[in-house]
């Protein structure tokens, strides 16, 4: 919280500078005092940083400054009903002029005004709604990814080798005759040979990498928004309007003025 005590009121002919910070009642920063500070009685103060705003605080509610800022004497959350996103109106404002012709002209047809009558300004402020656009980080679908094992049947081929016997007759030679001449006599010759063992072993075959990119496209959001216009009801004689009124004033219906 900041030390708002012993602040110093602001005279209407004070420069303040730009990026002094503005609080509200309660110490919370609305916003920076705007490079073209004090106009028409109103501190300039600009708000937000995505979708920054001026705001025309009047003399009227502000407290005070020190050496901390500017202190406003409302809070932070009551701003947006004070109707402080348009400059405060001129002194002779354009919709009070017809307020008062009118007020005028009426009461002449009912004798109840003379000449030399001072009227003064009524002022009518007229609201609209603007559409805020807010975002928020959420799950918007889900990639689900499934490693399943198979079998498949797999052939290899691998060159082996192996002994064979051949029988060879050859004349016999002058040699003496043994003991074992003329008996049975059993002779194993042994035939060797290569055979293919076959196992298995586990290798990776393939590295899936999965990535996630951020993309930026452009969405519509669309609802309602409510907006005041201003009907004149009175004679065409009543209703006196300057043509500096009638081109500011877009929003203004004055069919009703012409048929009433």
Do not use: C
Request: hydrophobic content about 30%; glycine content about 6%.
């Amino acid at each position: 919280m900041l030390d708002n005590q012993g602040y110093q009121n602001i005279p209407a002919d004070q420069q303040i500078l730009e990026g002094t910070p503005v609080y509200d009642v309660n110490g919370d920063k609305v916003g920076e005092v705007s490079d073209r500070g004090l106009q028409r009685n109103a501190l300039i103060v600009h708000k937000g940083l995505i979708f920054p705003k001026d705001l025309y605080v009047p003399l009227s509610a502000i407290r005070g400054r020190n050496a901390d800022g500017v202190f406003l004497n409302v809070a932070k959350g009551d701003i947006n009903s004070q109707n402080w996103d348009q400059p405060p109106a001129d002194t002779m404002d354009t919709t009070n002029r017809m307020t008062n012709t009118t007020s005028a002209a009426s009461g002449a047809v009912a004798g109840a005004a003379t000449a030399g009558t001072t009227s003064s300004d009524v002022h009518i402020p007229l609201h609209e709604e603007e559409l805020v656009v807010d975002k928020q980080r959420q799950q918007i679908g889900n990639v689900h990814v499934h490693r399943e094992a198979t079998e498949e049947q797999q052939t290899v081929q691998a060159p082996v080798t192996h002994e064979e016997v051949y029988v060879e007759r050859r004349p016999g030679e002058n040699l003496p005759v043994g003991d074992d001449a003329f008996t049975d006599k059993d002779i194993d010759v042994p035939v060797m040979g290569e055979q293919l063992n076959v196992s298995k072993e586990g290798r990776v075959a393939e590295d899936v990498h999965l990535r996630k990119d951020r993309v930026t496209e452009q969405q519509r959001a669309s609802d309602t928004v409510r907006r005041e216009r201003l009907n004149i009801d009175g004679q065409p004689e009543d209703v006196v309007q300057s043509r500096d009124a009638t081109d500011n004033m877009d929003d203004m219906d004055t069919r009703d003025v012409n048929n009433p």
